[in-house]
């Protein structure tokens, strides 16, 4: 089993940054790939990145190229998720999920946490 627990949202005007952390504890963590997915207000979840376990590989969705950068630290059990140029639209609920392949988590996980709200004012 790996627990997730998001952290890092809140509410920020439109045009700044936040860094969502995904900590997990559990199984070793460095096994799994981990994706970032996100629900806005009244929308099917989707998509936003994910990321090889080694950290060798990343995957953004199409729509969330230029603004959006996910990184892992290991040493610390943590995957991170930089959003620049906030928009109100990146208002959601975003997750972080585990699995066994970067391929899997770019669409599913294995593990999921329970969500970090970003509401973007504009």
């Known amino acids: 089993q790996v627990q997730l627990e998001e952290s890092g949202g809140g509410l920020v005007q439109a045009g700044g940054s936040l860094r969502l952390s995904c900590v997990a504890s559990?199984?070793?963590?460095?096994?799994?790939?981990v994706g970032w997915f996100r629900q806005g207000p009244g929308k099917e979840r989707e998509s936003v990145a994910a990321?090889?376990?080694?950290?060798?590989?990343?995957y953004y969705a199409d729509s969330m190229k230029g603004r959006f950068t996910i990184s892992r630290d290991n040493a610390k059990n943590t995957v991170y998720l930089q959003i620049n140029n906030l928009k109100p639209e990146d208002t959601a609920v975003y997750y972080c999920?585990?699995?066994?392949?970067?391929?899997?988590?770019?669409?599913?996980?294995?593990?999921w946490g329970q969500g970090t709200q970003v509401t973007v004012s504009s």
């Open positions: 990321i090889r376990w080694s950290g060798s590989m990343t």
């Open positions: 559990g199984r070793s963590f460095s096994n799994y790939a």
């Open positions: 999920a585990a699995g066994t392949s970067i391929g899997l988590v770019r669409t599913r996980g294995d593990y």
